[in-house]
């Protein structure tokens, strides 16, 4: 039924870790016309199965479905569907009126690499980062709502930009089920508009969930300056935390336009809070000592290992400015949710951010992606946000 792949000799050792990642250099050999995309099975050199997943050109060349020889068919996909779904009941994230967005596929985090799932209410935005899932997209929106039922009423597909180029998909972003959906969602109560017909990721970043609940605690009375504010998740948080003023900034102006409809959707006509249009060094430059709470959320400085260099080097002059210009005695949360960046490697940027802005900082949090989206034991990559909460002198 499956075509096959025969790895080199003593290239099998890390999927006996478990890791679910193939490496092309790892292939001795495999069946004439495999397609992109395709299920493969895949056998050690010594002609023993050992895994079976999708096959793509490219550095890694099979992503790991399972350990075990199973059909992958609607069977395993609703087991894998439900389980991931269980695991988020039992941390008390779906099924929570007070919150109904989150992530219920992450990846290899949900042992599904290459496939993202996020729930807005009634409506799951799916994106393929791999031809595989792509393929098998239909297969799986059939079995999403056979494990939701009445819960998911709209499944939107959300690809374009996420799939390799190369593959020449020409996939166009669209509703697989439903489409008369309200784009309005609750998260921890507030309310939020979701792009994600345009928006960044599914439309929504909502793996800060956490630590904007983490920003309200702290927000009371201090004047909030949230820097690449998207749609403003932050500084929605902050106004129910009694901040003094809210500022957001992000260089898009449909940035700032979602920002104004989501601040408007929580307070309307609320004069703390106001956004610009602008790029994030030059507001920084022109506003000193001016907030006692700072926020720097910026996109993926690295999105590959060859421009991690760079990245650091951009990290540390972002933060270099945002300690040289909050006031004393102020508190900065500080993130990267570049993959390739290590917890190391962006506490050092920080640490030389830090003493090149001759500031006396204390770390008060060390922030990590929430618990919908998991990382998978077999796969630290899977890693990728991390975060300081610092108390600035």
């Avoid at 941390?91 to 992530?103: E, L």
């Avoid at 927000?219 to 690449?228: D, E, I, Q, R, T």
């Amino acid at each position: 039924m499956y075509k096959n792949v025969y790895l080199k000799k003593g290239k099998e050792e890390s999927l006996k870790r478990f890791h679910p990642w193939i490496f092309s250099g790892a292939i001795q050999r495999m069946d004439n016309d495999i397609e992109e995309g395709e299920t493969v099975r895949v056998f050690t050199s010594a002609g023993d199965f050992i895994a079976i997943g999708h096959y793509q050109i490219g550095s890694i060349a099979v992503r790991v479905l399972s350990f075990s020889d199973v059909d992958i068919d609607n069977e395993f996909w609703c087991a894998r569907l439900e389980s991931a779904y269980k695991m988020r009941l039992a941390v008390d994230i779906a099924g929570n009126p007070d919150n109904n967005t989150y992530r219920l596929v992450h990846g290899e985090g949900d042992n599904l690499p290459g496939l993202v799932i996020d729930c807005y209410g009634p409506t799951a935005v799916m994106q393929a980062h791999s031809v595989g899932m792509h393929v098998c997209r239909m297969e799986i929106a059939k079995a999403l709502k056979q494990v939701m039922g009445d819960e998911m009423q709209n499944i939107y597909y959300k690809s374009e930009t996420t799939l390799p180029y190369k593959a020449d998909l020409r996939q166009e972003n669209g509703f697989i089920l439903g489409g008369d959906a309200d784009d309005v969602a609750v998260e921890n109560g507030l309310k939020f508009h979701i792009d994600w017909l345009r928006g960044q990721k599914t439309g929504f970043f909502v793996d800060q969930r956490e630590n904007r609940s983490l920003l309200e605690h702290y927000a009371k009375g201090k004047s909030v300056l949230n820097m690449f504010c998207y749609t403003g998740g932050f500084s929605v948080y902050a106004m129910r935390g009694n901040a003094k003023a809210v500022h957001s900034v992000d260089s898009s102006a449909k940035a700032i336009e979602l920002t104004n409809e989501n601040i408007a959707l929580n307070f309307p006509g609320d004069p703390r809070h106001e956004a610009f249009c602008e790029d994030a060094f030059k507001y920084l430059d022109e506003h000193d000592q001016q907030y006692d709470l700072i926020i720097l959320d910026p996109p993926a400085f690295a999105k590959h290992r060859a421009a991690l260099r760079n990245a650091l080097k951009g990290y540390t002059r972002l933060n270099v400015k945002g300690l040289q210009r909050i006031k004393k005695g102020g508190i900065l949360f500080t993130f990267s949710c570049s993959q390739v960046v290590t917890k190391d490697n962006f506490r050092n940027a920080v640490f030389t951010a830090a003493a090149q802005a001759g500031r006396k900082v204390r770390i008060l949090h060390q922030l990590h992606q929430p618990a919908d989206h998991p990382i998978n034991i077999y796969h630290p990559e899977g890693e990728y946000l991390k975060g300081l909460v610092l108390y600035v002198e």
